[in-house]
């Protein structure tokens, strides 16, 4: 299975920052999975997004519930995320990954290679 973020690696302040995740070798509506949404700022941990479960619901980091959508297209094989009102807080890792159903929805064995954006004037 091999998952492959897209979207710009330049987003302004206060716009909205619109990611890809193109899943191949698999299935986003296989039970038991969801599809989440991580990134990673220099010299940060990981900060979980937010999460699509296989009937589509969706799942969100309180901080960032209020700006935050995940969502997804069937026919395509890929689930998106969008984030509203962007900050210059600095380069961040996006990444798309497979996670586990019911559970914390954090990453659990597919990831991409991770998309660098950049929010900036």
Known sequence: MQLLESGPGLVKPSQTLSLTCTVSGGS??????????????????????????????TYYHPSLRSRTSIFRDKSKNQFSLRQDSVTPDGPAVYYCD???????YYPLDYWGKGSLVTVSS
């Open 28 to 57: 986003i509506e296989i039970k038991s999975y969801a599809w989440s949404w991580v990134r990673q700022s220099p010299g940060k941990g990981l900060e979980w997004i937010g999460a699509i479960a296989s009937r589509g619901n």
């Open 98 to 104: 497979r996670a586990l159903e019911g559970g914390s």
